[in-house]
Structure formats: structure tokens, C-alpha cells
């Protein structure tokens, strides 16, 4: 089944909400980036939060969300933009503390508990928006639901969940994002409220065959529910050789030239796919006599 993203409305406008899949996207960042369980799990909470994230947006517009916390996983960094691209990655793949309490991957004992979760938004203007606030239990579910309250001041719930499978693979990735709009009535939360705390873990109803528009019915009610738009999402990283072509050029010359005389070559890897490029000398020379010749980019 292809990953995909639905936005909508619900109760008469006054609730806004997404809900989204995610496996291929998330087992694919896995894949790339060699992440054990646990950090699989983190990583993908992150990617389908950050996904929904960018869904709010129009545009060429895209954020950052960054996870700074003292578990040994952390960094996480994740990009995403309005048309369901997102890509990420963690400081440390290599991480599998040992389960819970409630027996299930401890994400919080990955990310960690005492930081941060800061969200940048690049909405093409002078200034980026930039908001932040502490972790308030690492699980992430919770401290994106607590981002929105405090940096945004929507009440919102967010719900993000990740089934690892005995292989390893994702089994299921996914996630919701509820948020209360001016003139919601005491009742209509009540009820919310309610389904909420009744309904499984979100990635369990994934696995079990839900799709968006059916976890949202699951949540709100599917006489309540208005899906506005559905697109599908993908990890997809905007890094190229001709980018980083084009970052070579813009260093000076000497550098350039040490990089052909003394190293023959030279190699770099992007951070959020792992994808690596080389430039032998001959490449560099090149890159060089363009420079030389008054074609930097612009």
C-alpha cells in the first residue's frame, strides 16, 4: 500500500485534522540511514509529524523540525515541505535501549527526556518563523501536542506510531494531527476527548488495514468528517551531484586546487539520505577552470 497524507475538516470546520502513512517512507529512511528499531521508531514518529507539519503549508514553503535532548540518539533533524516531500536523519543509528515498563520500544530512553523540540518555518519571508519548547516526555507524541499548545496556541492532539516487525522492517508508520478551532463547543472535545482515549495505538490500526480517512472516522466520526485533499507523501531528499557541483565552486580556489593536486579527488555524503558523491580530479578541473571563467552560480 502507497504512503499518502488527507487533510480535512470535521464538525462543522471547527476541528482541523491529517492523518497519515507512512511505512514505505519510514522503512525507506531505515534503509538509508541503518537505524536499529528504536531509533527506526523515533526517526519515523519524527518524519510523520514533520510530514503533517508541512501538509499546513502552501507553496514553496518548508520547515525544520530539530530534536536536541540528552538520550544518545538525538540530534534528530527532519526537513519536509507542502507537497509531502520529507527527508531526516540522527545523530546516532545505532541505539536499542532495552523495553519499557509497558514492554515496548523506548523511544523516550533513545531521544531522551530533558530538551528540546524546535520547529523553523521558512514561509518566504524576511524572517523565519522559529518556535520551540522543552520535551515534556520524549515520546514525541505528546511533545509535538505539547509544541502546538505552547508555540502555536492551537489545541491539538498529535498521535504517531511505528510497528517495528521481527525482521526489522517497518511494519506500520503513521499518524494523526486533531486540532480545536475558535468555536468548538465543550461537547464536541468532550466527545473527541473521549474516542481518543478508547482508540488503539494509532500504528496498530494501521497494521490492521486502516487507511487515513478511516483513522480520522475512527477519531471524529465519519458523519463528521470532510476530507478536503489527499497526496501522497515520500523520503525524498533534494540533494544532487550538481549541487554539490555547485557548492565546490563557490569554495576558493586554493581549496579546489588542494582538493585536485593533493587529494586526486574528493568525496561527500549528504546527512539526510547517506547518498554519497564523488568528483575525481578531472571533475574538480573542470569545476575549476568554470570558476576561473566567471560561471559561478548564481
Known amino acids: 500500500m502507497s504512503d499518502y497524507l488527507v487533510k480535512a475538516l470535521a464538525y462543522d470546520g471547527k476541528v482541523r485534522a491529517y492523518a497519515v ?3 514505505a517512507m519510514v522503512q525507506e529512511a531505515a534503509r538509508r540511514h541503518d537505524t536499529w528499531r528504536t531509533v527506526t521508531a523515533a526517526l519515523g514518529r519524527s518524519l510523520s509529524a514533520a510530514t503533517m507539519m508541512g501538509a499546513m503549508l502552501k507553496g514553496e514553503e518548508k520547515i525544520t523540525v530539530k530534536i536536541e535532548a540528552d ?3 538525538t540530534p534528530i533533524i527532519v526537513d519536509a515541505n507542502a507537497t509531502g ?4 536523519y540522527v545523530s546516532n543509528p545505532h541505539v536499542d535501549p532495552d523495553r ?3 514492554g515496548k520500544l523506548n523511544v523516550a530512553e533513545a531521544v531522551g527526556r530533558n530538551g528540546s523540540l524546535s520547529v523553523v518555518k521558512y514561509l518566504g519571508l524576511k524572517d523565519n518563523f522559529t518556535g520551540s519548547v522543552p520535551l515534556v516526555s520524549g515520546e514525541l507524541g505528546e511533545d509535538f501536542t505539547y509544541y502546538f499548545a505552547k508555540s502555536e496556541q492551537t489545541p491539538t492532539s498529535v498521535g504517531l506510531g511505528v510497528i517495528i516487525d521481527k525482521d526489522e522492517s517497518v511494519a506500520a508508520s503513521g499518524g494523526f494531527i486533531i486540532q480545536l478551532m475558535p468555536g468548538i463547543t465543550d461537547d464536541v472535545i468532550d466527545e473527541i476527548e473521549n474516542k481518543l482515549n478508547a482508540m488503539e495505538p494509532i500504528s496498530k490500526l494501521i497494521q490492521s488495514g486502516l487507511t487515513p480517512e478511516e483513522l480520522l472516522h ?3 466520526g465519519e458523519e463528521n468528517v470532510r476530507i478536503l485533499d489527499q497526496m501522497g507523501v515520500a523520503f525524498q531528499c533534494q540533494c544532487s551531484k550538481e549541487r554539490i557541483s555547485n557548492a565546490i565552486m563557490g569554495l576558493n580556489e586554493e581549496d579546489i586546487s588542494a582538493m585536485i593536486e593533493e587529494d586526486g579527488g574528493a568525496e561527500t555524503q549528504c546527512h539526510f539520505c547517506n547518498e554519497k558523491y564523488v568528483f575525481d580530479k578531472w571533475e574538480l578541473q573542470e569545476i575549476l577552470d568554470e570558476k576561473r571563467a ?3 552560480p548564481q
Request: net charge neutral; glycine share 16%; hydrophobic share 20%.
Open 218 to 220: 475512527t477519531i471524529l
Open 100 to 102: 519499557n515498563k509497558e
Open 85 to 88: 516531500e520529507v527527508r531526516g
Open 294 to 296: 566567471g560561471n559561478e
Open 21 to 23: 502513512r507512512s511505512t
Open 71 to 73: 538520550g544518545p540518539a
